[in-house]
């Protein structure tokens, strides 16, 4: 079928300065005239002609509400993806897109800035008035000739290749034989998101696992009016079923859960009645990928952590000597590193974990890493009466090798954004006077360490030079605690507050404690010192995780 092109007169609109993860709004507001076709305009006018003009790209999402109606309305050819990730989706709920590179990564900030620019300035766009709607959820080819020649639209199902893919990392007959034994069991939550689409694929098909194993696997638009988030708030089902949950259901636990957000990148890892942090999942992924994992058998190029994630996976690398970098939030800062070939495995405290098979985050790779670490520590006692080596015993034996970096994180969620800027203020004009902090910390808690050194993280890229200023507020202390606050990029209104606490612990003799009592005297200097009362007027975080 022959379509004709013509150009569509716009103007600017307010607001559409991708974060960390893209663009992401209320659906209501991609519904506005012209919002969707204005982005992805500006970014097609942000790069190279080669790079757009009979060129290759993929469109892909989560299938969250209005991804079917983008992928027509934009007839983008490209690399966007369309997702809000972990945030809630449907009619009146979350909807993003973002731009990835021929890397397969995020777009770096020097792209991203221009789309922004772009976004300011724009004056029309292209559009195929008469284009056909594309089915989507049929597998083919559709052929389409325009005013600069033929192009075809293919819709592909990735499983196929994704699964080859992760055949090609791991030893998948042993994780099925891991899965086969009788003292194991596993349930995996993908949430309703785009996981399950993968996870019959994988987990029962290619490794036997039961049916009935697999809990929220259909893919829905609402993700069944839950918010796909994969943490102990959100993540309540699955919490529950491992045992972590507020009542006893009576029934005897699985020996390994896992769950995935909306757009399968992120994932939470539980043991029998055991939370992982996923700052402690990416060190243990590090420590044991050699021995467990069949793609790092040659050994790991390096590891690197986003800034706010906890300093577990430091230890580690200074332990194996391996090479250590620690980045700004945000998986491209990662893909950098990757192509240069300075990073194998990486990880960020928001539920993201991932080697350089790929350039995102990658939450099912996660568990079968660890299915991996598991079925290896078992080898000799699958069979037998020997007893299965657990998700616990596996975290406590590295903490007693390494430390234990206690570890939690404040969400204070749609925060009126000009008190959260005044709160952040307040605590880089605190980092003038360190003796000043440390009095008013002694004021708290004495109990409390004294802090070193304090100041807004600031990165400079070991590959492209480039600086990436003001990625969050750090306080350090001299037993090596950290308080870091952060406004995160990923809401879709008002501001976040991130806060995190971290207290090191290298006595193998108190790493046994509750989390919140080795924490306690931290959040209350953290609380304290920050007036986030005073500025936000909450008395408790949205999420603690």
Not at 62 to 78: E, F, H, I, M
Not at 151 to 174: C, T
Not at 273 to 282: A, E, G, L
Request: glycine share 10%; proline share 5%.
């Amino acid at each position: 079928m022959v379509f004709k092109v013509s150009l569509v007169s716009t103007s600017p609109i307010d607001g559409q300065k991708p974060g960390t993860s893209g663009l992401r709004k209320k659906v209501k507001v991609f519904k506005q005239p012209n919002y969707l076709h204005n982005f992805v305009q500006s970014t097609f006018n942000a790069l190279t002609p080669e790079k757009v003009k009979g060129a290759t790209l993929v469109v892909s999402g989560d299938g969250r509400y209005y991804s079917n109606d983008a992928v027509q309305g934009s007839k983008a050819t490209g690399g966007f993806i369309l997702t809000a990730s972990h945030n809630p989706g449907g009619p009146t709920e979350d909807f993003g897109i973002k731009y990835n590179m021929e890397n397969g990564g995020p777009a770096p900030e020097s792209i991203t800035d221009k789309i922004y620019e772009n976004t300011k300035t724009i004056k029309e766009y292209p559009i195929a008035e008469d284009l056909p709607i594309v089915d989507i959820s049929a597998i083919g080819v559709s052929s389409f000739e325009g005013p600069e020649g033929k192009f075809d639209v293919e819709v592909f199902d990735s499983a196929d290749d994704y699964v080859k893919l992760m055949k090609s990392i791991f030893d998948f007959e042993s994780i099925r034989k891991l899965l086969s034994s009788p003292k194991f069991s596993f349930c995996y939550d993908a949430m309703h998101g785009v996981a399950g689409a993968y996870a019959h694929r994988i987990f029962v098909e290619e490794l036997g696992a039961q049916e009935s194993s697999l809990l929220n696997c259909v893919p829905k638009e609402d993700f069944g009016g839950g918010h796909p988030d994969p943490n102990l708030t959100y993540a309540k089902e699955l919490v529950a079923r491992m045992g972590l949950g507020k009542s006893d259901t009576g029934v005897e636990p699985p020996e390994f859960g896992a769950a995935a957000d909306g757009d399968a990148d992120r994932n939470m890892i539980l043991g029998k009645r055991f939370f992982v942090t996923p700052s402690d999942s990416v060190a243990i992924i590090a420590a044991n990928a050699v021995g467990a994992i069949p793609y790092f058998s040659t050994g790991l190029k390096g590891v690197a952590r986003s800034m706010p994630t906890s300093a577990a996976l430091d230890v580690v690398a200074k332990s194996l000597n391996l090479k250590f970098f620690e980045v700004p939030t945000g998986w491209k800062f990662f893909g950098n590193l990757m192509d240069a070939g300075m990073c194998s495995v990486c990880g960020e405290e928001s539920f993201g974990t991932g080697s350089d098979h790929i350039r995102e985050k990658d939450g099912i790779w996660a568990v079968l890493a660890w299915l991996s670490i598991l079925a290896h520590k078992n080898k000799e006692t699958l069979d037998g009466d020997a007893k299965l080596v657990t998700v616990e015993d596996i975290v406590r034996k590295h903490w007693a090798t390494y430390g234990r970096h206690y570890y939690t994180r404040y969400d204070y969620e749609n925060v009126d954004a000009g008190k959260a800027k005044e709160l952040m203020e307040h605590l880089v004009k605190l980092q003038s006077s360190i003796p000043e902090v440390n009095k008013m910390v002694k004021g708290i808690r004495s109990d409390v360490a004294n802090v070193s050194s304090a100041d807004e993280f600031e990165y400079k890229d070991p590959v492209d030079g480039s600086i990436s200023k003001h990625q969050g507020i750090r306080y350090l202390f001299e037993d090596g605690s950290r308080l870091v606050f952060r406004l995160s990029g990923t809401g879709s209104e008002g501001a976040t507050i991130r806060l995190y606490i971290e207290q090191y612990e290298k006595d193998a003799s108190k790493t046994g404690r509750e989390s919140h009592e080795a924490l306690s005297p931290l959040v209350d200097i953290a609380l304290k010192l920050s007036k986030m009362e005073e500025f936000t007027g909450r008395s408790a975080p949205t999420v603690i995780t």
